[in-house]
């Protein structure tokens, strides 16, 4: 029922900024939490930031805090990662994903746990250049 369509990847100088976009096809009526992820090449798939959609609560890895800001609109069903202050070990394929419920871990609504996460995007490239 849920799809994803992924975008706004690019590359980029070390210190730019890139915008991704997430459209969520069955959003507020099929999907709990919406999460933002990367993957390096020959690397485990990792949490970058995740969104709950009703209550707009955000949760942030700690390699992003204070350079990536995580946020949703609800009327266009996407949700955003605004990425500040790149760096070159931010170069990854970052996918979009939306859990079929909300969730709590260790007290943290719609954590960074990708095995809670049910449906996934294709992803976009992101690459940052020094």
């Known amino acids: 029922q849920v799809h994803l369509v992924e975008s706004g990847g690019g590359s980029v100088q070390a210190g730019g900024s890139l915008a991704l976009s997430c459209v969520v096809f069955?959003?507020?009526?099929?999907?709990?939490?919406v999460g933002w992820f990367r993957q390096y090449i020959g690397k485990e798939r990792e949490g970058v930031a995740t969104?709950?959609?009703?209550?707009?609560?955000?949760t942030y890895a700690d390699s992003v805090k204070g350079r990536f800001t995580i946020s949703q609109d609800n009327a266009k069903n996407t949700v955003f990662l605004q990425m500040n202050s790149l760096e070159p070990d931010d170069t990854a394929t970052y996918y979009c994903?939306?859990?079929?419920?909300?969730?709590?871990?260790?007290?943290?609504?719609?954590?960074?746990?990708?095995?809670?996460?049910?449906?996934w995007g294709r992803g976009t490239q992101v690459t940052v250049s020094s």
């Open positions: 994903a939306a859990s079929r419920r909300l969730f709590v871990v260790g007290g943290t609504i719609c954590p960074l746990q990708l095995n809670e996460y049910d449906y």
């Open positions: 069955g959003y507020t009526d099929s999907t709990a939490c």
């Open positions: 969104v709950a959609i009703r209550s707009s609560w955000t």
